[in-house]
């Protein structure tokens, strides 16, 4: 698989209307425009339903939030693993913690995307869980401690020993393996703040999503890589 150029910022759309049906599609225009002028990479993570006409309409790199750990079937309601990569997913997000995860399901999400060509960031909640994910050997592992998702605080700033200590547990088992930081991510400072401490990019969402003016708050958050 082709590795992805970093840092990277990837935007999870979650389930907010700011970033669902039509507004979905020009927020992924806002961050490939960005991209372009910044020159980092963005991805983004919209809902299933708008996957499609994002990868029709733009170049982006599109992550799915979540696949089911199923096979082809009689499943009614999930996501499907082979579904998502036709409709143009490069990646996806595992184990968000909105969504969690038994270890046995990451693992096989882990491998099924491998095998698919497309690359997984496993979501971590402190550097326990980052060690353990680590040893699944996915691309990306995000760290992003619960109580401050959707909060403000940013992690790199109110946390730091988290965003290090990951940094360190994950490139000890296997330094391949990209760290990414999420959770009241925001400005330049903040984005600044992760790279220093060893991250390649960040995992955000409220503080763009919600923003009154995404580009202006894109073009911040990468004002200072
Ligand atoms: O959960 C997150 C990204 O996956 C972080 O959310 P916020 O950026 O809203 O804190």
């Known amino acids: 698989m082709s590795k992805v150029k970093t840092p990277i910022v990837i935007l999870n759309f979650k389930t907010y209307l700011e970033s669902s049906g039509e507004k979905a599609l020009e927020l992924a225009k806002t961050l490939e425009s960005v991209s372009y002028e910044s020159g980092i990479t963005m991805a983004v993570a919209p809902q299933t339903a708008d996957i499609f006409r994002i990868n ?3 170049n ?3 992550l799915a939030q979540h696949i089911d750990p199923i096979s082809p079937g009689g499943h009614t309601g999930s996501n499907l693993l ?3 990569v036709e409709a143009g997913i490069n990646g996806t997000l595992i184990n968000h913690s909105e969504i969690q995860m038994k270890l ?3 693992d096989k999400i882990i491998k099924g995307s491998k095998s698919r060509d497309i690359f997984s960031v496993v979501c ?3 550097i326990e ?3 353990a994910a680590a040893t699944l050997n996915p691309e990306f592992v995000a760290v992003e401690p619960p109580e401050l998702i959707g909060s403000g605080v940013p992690v790199s700033q109110a946390e730091p020993e988290v965003v290090e200590g990951t940094v360190n547990e994950v490139k000890r088992i296997n330094k391949n393996i990209d760290v990414l930081c999420g959770a009241g991510i925001s400005t330049g400072d903040d984005m600044e ?3 220093e401490l060893g991250a390649s990019g960040v995992l955000l969402a409220s ?3 919600l923003a009154k003016d995404p580009k202006e708050a894109l073009l911040d958050l990468v004002s200072k890589v």
Do not use: F
């Open 56 to 58: 029709d309409e733009t």
């Open 60 to 62: 982006i790199p599109i």
């Open 82 to 84: 082979e579904c998502l």
């Open 104 to 106: 046995a399901d990451i």
């Open 124 to 126: 971590t909640n402190n």
């Open 129 to 131: 869980s980052s060690r």
């Open 193 to 195: 703040a992760a790279i």
């Open 207 to 209: 503080g763009i999503v």
